[in-house]
């Protein structure tokens, strides 16, 4: 299993710049959710400091030095007054997606910020070019898992307050099953790793950054 922290022994710059990538990743992601969910009239998040980019707020140690060894940890997930939403269930989904697909958004400006970095930063910036394409992956790889619904990811409490009672049912199951086996997540995260679903659709969305970058001549 690769651990992220190698790529400090044979790029720093790269494993500095793709860290901090992805630790604003996390931070956007919660500040996302948050701006909608006041815009949607939930001020709850916004209220507890979730919509500034203050990075205690959103990461603690833990996750912060599972993100330094792995490339892999999840933000502290904003709060959300249920009631608000309550015959607005397709509102708070969007709120819970709001997270990833920021994720998905920051990876293209990575990678677009990678390649233009590469093509006209010259050797001088190889070590930045490297940093900012990796962290790319590493993000845009971080956001496709917080969509599968798997508690507690942004999928899942975005199914939660979609789906009718068997759904809601099937996932509280989940939740409590994974949260007795505290190895549970990580299991379910190599599985998906390995079996290619999650590189599988990263390399969609990268498909549709190449299309993008090739249409404005950056490719």
Do not use: C
């Not at 009239?41 to 919509?51: E, H, M, P």
């Not at 969007?94 to 990876?107: E, Q, T, Y």
């Not at 290619?196 to 490719?219: D, E, H, K, P, Y």
Request: glycine letters at 8%.
């Amino acid at each position: 299993m690769f651990f992220f922290i190698q790529l400090l022994a044979t790029d720093p710059l790269a494993y500095l710049v793709a860290l901090a990538t992805l630790a604003f990743s996390l931070v956007l992601h919660n500040i996302a959710q948050a701006s909608l969910a006041s815009g949607f009239g939930d001020k709850t998040a916004a209220l507890r400091g979730f919509t500034a980019s203050e990075p205690r707020v959103h990461l603690n140690t833990i996750y912060l030095i599972w993100l330094a060894v792995f490339g892999f940890a999840i933000p502290t997930q904003i709060p959300v007054n249920s009631y608000v939403f309550a015959k607005q269930s397709a509102r708070e989904a969007l709120v819970w997606w709001s997270g990833p697909l920021a994720m998905i958004l920051w990876a293209f400006v990575l990678f677009t910020a990678g390649i233009a970095t590469l093509r006209y930063g010259g050797t001088a910036l190889e070590g930045l070019a490297s940093g900012l394409q990796f962290g790319a992956g590493q993000v845009l790889g971080l956001a496709v898992v917080f969509l599968f619904p798997i508690p507690p990811l942004s999928g899942a409490k975005a199914l939660y307050a979609i789906g009718n009672a068997q759904v809601r049912n099937s996932l509280s199951n989940l939740e409590l099953w994974m949260s007795r086996s505290p190895f549970s997540f990580m299991i379910i995260f190599v599985v998906l790793s390995a079996l290619g679903i999650t590189g599988a659709i990263s390399r969609f969305f990268l498909n549709i950054f190449t299309a993008v970058l090739q249409t404005v001549g950056l490719l």
